[in-house]
């Protein structure tokens, strides 16, 4: 059965340095997601995409976020200068029928 | 915001059916019912989703009020993994889920 895949499962990085999280949408799927979830808390929308641009972005998604695919088959987020705050798991999500979700990448920002 | 309401915890006997009740009363016409759920903190799985009609996949079954007010989840033989959180999420099709809290399902043996 086809799946969204996440990497790294882990990714421990220093305040104001950049992260890059790798995510496999499942291959006919057209909608793409990013969302995340702080330990604790509810699972929160980041920003949709559609047709190579950004559809939504949620107040989270700020100017240090960013999304790109930039081979057809990887869908990327970036974090320019992270923050203490930016800790959480992030959950990619691609969409045909309807949406599913890859295993996460736990952020560790110290 | 979630735009449901479900109680945030409940028990089930294992291979017993556990009926995951949720509150939607303002849903829109072109709103579907969604239910995921969410084991530790591993990425939301989907399990059925439906508009008005009732719905039967080989995980679930989801009852939908006449009214669209109001639906609920059966797991018709709860097995010890069910144990997880479940959300029940209404949008449109192509959008964004929005998660509430859930309700923490407890499956005992």
């Known amino acids: 059965e086809p799946e969204v895949t996440q990497t790294p499962s882990h990714q421990v990085t220093q305040m104001g340095q950049e992260v890059i999280l790798r995510c496999v949408p499942i291959?006919?799927?057209?909608?793409f997601y990013w969302y995340r979830q702080i330990l604790g808390q509810k699972v929160e929308f980041l920003v949709s995409?559609?047709?190579?641009?950004?559809?939504?972005k949620s107040e989270i998604f700020d100017d240090q976020f960013s999304v790109e695919r930039p081979d057809g088959s990887n869908f990327t987020l970036k974090i320019r200068s992270t923050k203490l705050e930016d800790s959480a798991m992030y959950f990619c999500?691609?969409?045909?029928?309807?949406?599913?979700f890859g295993p996460g990448t736990r952020l560790l920002v110290l | 915001d979630a735009k449901t309401t479900q109680p945030t915890s409940m028990d089930c006997a294992e291979g017993r059916a556990a009926n995951l009740p949720c509150n939607h009363s303002?849903?829109?016409?072109?709103?579907?019912v969604y239910w995921y759920r969410q084991i530790h903190s591993q990425g939301p799985q989907y399990i059925i989703h439906?508009?008005?009609n009732n719905e039967t996949n080989e995980m679930a079954s989801l009852i939908i009020t006449e009214d669209r007010k109001s639906s609920t989840l059966i797991l018709p033989h709860a097995t010890l993994r069910d144990t997880a959180v479940y959300y029940c999420?209404?949008?449109?099709?192509?959008?964004?889920?929005?998660f509430g809290q859930g309700t923490e399902l407890s499956v005992k043996p």
């Open positions: 999500a691609s969409e045909g029928e309807t949406q599913y």
């Open positions: 291959s006919n799927h057209l909608y």
């Open positions: 995409f559609y047709n190579n641009e950004i559809s939504e």
């Open positions: 303002t849903i829109s016409g072109n709103e579907y």
């Open positions: 439906g508009l008005k």
């Open positions: 999420i209404v949008r449109v099709a192509g959008g964004k889920l929005i």
